[in-house]
């Protein structure tokens, strides 16, 4: 199984912990802890995504359960109304995320704050969270990463001025936290709240043709 490589920490800790208390015969312990070395290693997996691709699609760029679909208004990118598709991870959820199209990284936003659920509107504004903005061939899109209740670290992958690829791993949340996608409003979503997605795998809105 390929693992992200800001696991590999959390992984090698973990097993070597079980390590320790097989080797002391502290077996009800080591029983016990067994189920977290597993779950480590899965939280961390990185799998290798094939789906629909085209510069009218748009790909989910987290694995998760859809919260919300709105119209919200966007002043850092869109400068608009703009339609937010939220996708909440719990801790069971790959938590790589990957890019929804093809484009030039045109802006990229850290903001630090606080670690209130993620699944809450309140997250969108209060949550510490890093926001990349594409300019895509049929218009912007703005993704957002948001830490969750248990989150306390976002990576984002690259810097303004990378050309991402649809589908490409576009940074990593840990544990347990919420992307959103906001797109103009000529894109049309076709998921709905409730809805699963699979980054680099689900279409999630389509430019119109």
């Known amino acids: 199984m390929r693992v992200a490589p800001e696991g ?8 070597v912990i079980l ?7 502290l077996w009800p312990a080591a029983l ?26 748009v790909i989910a760029p987290a694995d998760g359960l859809v919260v919300s679909v709105r119209e919200i208004h966007e002043p850092d990118f869109l400068g608009g109304t703009a339609r937010r598709i939220s996708i909440f991870m719990n801790v069971f959820d790959v938590h ?4 929804p199209a093809d484009g030039t990284l045109a802006f990229r936003r850290y903001v630090p704050g606080r670690f209130v659920n993620a699944a809450g509107e309140k997250a969108s504004l209060e949550n510490e969270q890093c926001s990349v903005g594409l300019e895509c061939a049929r218009g912007r899109i ?9 989150a306390r670290r976002i990576v984002t992958d690259h810097a303004p001025g990378h050309a991402a690829r649809q589908g490409e791993r576009m940074g990593l949340i840990r544990f347990g936290s919420r992307v959103d996608v906001f797109l103009p409003l000529a894109a049309r979503p076709v998921v709905q709240e409730g809805h699963r997605t699979r980054a680099g795998q689900t279409l999630i809105a389509e430019w119109p043709g």
Do not use: H, K, M, T
């Not at 790589?96 to 890019?99: A, C, H, T």
């Open 96 to 99: 790589v995320n990957r890019y």
């Open 8 to 15: 590999r920490p959390f992984i090698l800790a973990a097993w």
């Open 32 to 57: 016990a802890w067994l189920p977290l070395a597993v779950w480590v290693v899965a939280f961390f997996r990185d799998p290798a995504r094939s789906g629909p691709r085209g510069e009218r699609l």
């Open 142 to 150: 703005l993704v957002r990463q948001i830490a969750g209740l248990v």
């Open 19 to 25: 390590g320790g208390l097989a080797a002391f015969r």
